[in-house]
């Protein structure tokens, strides 16, 4: 059997962290998500509210660097569950858990995002830096490189 489910949208609200007793992080949140087809009557696409909740160190990643409006990708599984009401009646909820969160937009522009952006983001960059890495994340060539590869003949002709 295969339960997978991928979705991209952007989130309704802040996520929201919890603990459980023992400790274990637990974060919701929802996330809106555009249908491929739009009404023929209106033009205007459906939008689908779909609550996710992800569990320890996703739901702390989610929790530190994911705000209101900003668009993800989701991968998880579709869980329905099964639960009572106040009044006693019985109720069936679906959400997406989710094994992985990832940024589907771009940088935000504010500076309260900013920092904990590039504090995230900083012993990536470092790394790379004193690696020999340039900003782009591709390897700097070194200018003696033809010669680690002189037994490589460069007729000018490419092979195709």
Request: hydrophobic share 30%; aromatic share 12%; with cysteine.
């Amino acid at each position: 059997m295969l339960n997978h489910i991928v979705l991209m949208g952007r989130l309704t609200r802040d996520p929201e962290l919890r603990r459980t007793q023992s400790g274990l992080a637990v974060a919701s949140f929802t996330l809106a998500v555009d249908r491929d087809w739009s009404s023929k009557d209106t033009g205007e696409k459906t939008t689908d509210f779909i609550d996710i909740v992800a569990w320890r160190n996703t739901a702390e990643f989610v929790s530190k660097y994911f705000t209101k409006g900003r668009q993800c990708c989701v991968s998880g599984r579709l869980q329905i569950r099964d639960w009572n009401d106040k009044e006693g009646n019985k109720r069936r909820s679906a959400e997406v858990v989710a094994d992985n969160v990832y940024f589907a937009d771009s940088k935000p522009n504010g500076s309260a995002q900013q920092s904990s952006y590039s504090d995230y983001s900083a012993p990536a960059a470092n790394s790379y830096q004193s690696s020999g890495y340039n900003n782009s994340g591709y390897g700097n060539i070194s200018s003696d490189y033809r010669s680690e590869y002189s037994e490589i003949e460069d007729d000018g002709d490419l092979p195709f």
